[in-house]
């Protein structure tokens, strides 16, 4: 008589551990929204940087000629960068039309700003300019279809008042060049929102198309309005410069926005300002008074209460597979 053979045992997998809270309180750390927001602030104080040494050369040069020098830096250091290769990748986009659409937003932005900058008070135009996350928290809902939640506002417009408590804007004395750089806020604002719908596209291909369009907008304009004066060597290097940390600062910026909602990054902007300050009082030694330090603080405290409003559910971030960041780190890569 045959005894029957025993059943082979299924292995059973171990249940995996309990995280710990120290575990918990790491992953809401470095959750995707939060990555998006360090990395929106060092955007920040790269393109703070930047305006520093914009605003010395366009005293002097013309501001066409700043703004077609940088398109020319921008767009040869990321060809020789990002497209050393292959180049011919940074053209391929199935979204041509709002890649356009960026381009010329940021075009826009550029140049208005740019222009600013030599009418107005650096303080002043920042301030003004400064009002481009009220417009996106404004629009991001219809548009971007994104949840605004109320502390979202809050501190944007907490945000708001500091950087006006900051550099004591009177509105009294406003005069009708404060128009630039409200123009460039919307276009900020635009180029933002649009930034984060072509989230999902190769990063080197958007910062591509904002390069080539700027470039050809800035050349006919370079060509059709001509420059009482040229600048000295020196200068194009300072343009040259300006272009490649652009481009740089740039490439944060689309990153961040893989990352992070339009709308929950927009009131960070305000940290920009607070940058400024620093940037004029260690490097300027520009006097820092109370008024300064109590928006500075309200400027601090309305960005954390946005980025503490982050909804815990952040949306999944669809990613192109050539350039697929977020997935690289989720495991899933």
């Known amino acids: 008589m045959t005894t029957p053979s025993r059943p082979e045992s299924i292995p059973v997998a171990a249940p995996a551990p309990a995280s710990t809270p120290a575990e918990g309180r790491l992953r809401a750390i470095v959750r995707p929204s939060r990555r998006g927001a360090a990395i929106f602030i060092a955007s920040g104080l790269v393109f703070v940087a930047n305006d520093a040494l914009t605003k010395v050369l366009v005293s002097n040069v013309p501001v066409i000629d700043v703004v077609f020098g940088r398109y020319v830096t921008y767009l040869l250091a990321l060809v020789l960068i990002a497209g050393r290769t292959t180049p011919l990748r940074l053209v391929r986009t199935q979204r041509s039309g709002l890649q356009i659409a960026r381009g010329l937003a940021m075009f826009g932005t550029t140049a208005t700003f740019f222009w600013a900058l030599s009418l107005l008070p650096f303080a002043e135009v920042n301030t003004i300019a400064s009002t481009t996350p009220l417009i996106v928290i404004a629009l991001a809902g219809p548009l971007l279809h994104e949840r605004i939640t109320r502390a979202i506002v809050v501190g944007g417009i907490v945000g708001f008042v500091g950087v006006v408590v900051l550099v004591g804007l009177d509105p009294a004395n406003l005069q009708p060049a404060i128009l630039v750089p409200l123009g460039s806020a919307v276009c ?34 370079f060509v059709a309005i001509p420059s009482s004066s040229q600048p000295m060597p020196i200068e194009w290097v300072g343009i040259g410069i300006i272009g490649v940390v652009a481009l740089a600062g740039h490439r944060l910026l689309v990153g961040a926005f893989r990352w992070g909602r339009a709308s929950e990054l927009a009131p960070l902007g305000y940290l920009s300002i607070l940058w400024s300050f620093l940037l004029g009082a260690a490097v300027f030694q520009e006097p820092v008074e109370v008024q300064a330090v109590i928006g500075a603080l309200l400027i601090a405290g309305g960005g954390i209460m946005a980025l503490r409003a982050v909804p815990d559910d952040d949306e999944p971030v669809s990613t192109s597979i050539e350039f697929g960041d977020p997935a690289a780190d989720s495991g899933t890569a």
Do not use: H, N
Not at 192 to 198: A, E, I, K, P, Q
Not at 214 to 221: A, E, M, R, T
């Open 188 to 221: 900020y604002a635009a180029f933002t929102m649009l930034t984060r719908v072509l989230r999902a596209e190769p990063p080197d291909v958007t910062v591509f198309y904002a390069g080539i369009v700027g470039l050809v907008v800035s050349g006919i304009l």
